[in-house]
């Protein structure tokens, strides 16, 4: 009889550790939860561009400030007139300040559920 030799994906696949069911959810959710961060924090940093460039008096016809006028009002979501000063840079400052801390707060808080569930 010969001997059995192993074949070298053999002895790669024996050498590697198998992981558990509860690693592999572990991972994903890791994964999820930083990517619910990462999306929190872009908007959070759109609204606040935004901010800064209105209040800065920036050129409104100017691609940049148009390109941020337009990604941040979908993201203020009902803060855009939540307050109404007369002063559109404070209407602006205020309401949009207080979309970038909800994203960022509420990034936060479902990262945190997702991981718990991990």
């Known amino acids: 009889m010969a001997a059995h030799a192993e074949r070298p994906e053999d002895v790669e696949q ?13 991972t994903v959710v890791g994964f999820l939860a930083g990517l619910v961060r990462w999306a929190g924090l872009i908007f959070a940093i759109i609204l606040v561009v935004h901010v800064v460039l209105t209040v800065g008096k ?13 990604a941040a009002d979908p ?7 939540l307050f ?24 936060a808080v479902a990262a945190r559920l997702l991981r718990r569930l991990a």
């Open 58 to 70: 920036a050129n409104p016809d100017n691609g940049i400030t148009v390109f941020f006028a337009n």
């Open 14 to 26: 024996a050498s590697r550790p198998r992981r558990s069911a509860a690693e592999v959810r572990a």
């Open 84 to 107: 109404t000063p007369e002063n559109a840079e404070l209407r602006v400052l205020v309401n949009y300040g207080l979309a970038a801390l909800f994203w960022l707060v509420a990034s």
């Open 75 to 81: 993201l203020a979501l009902a803060f855009r007139s």
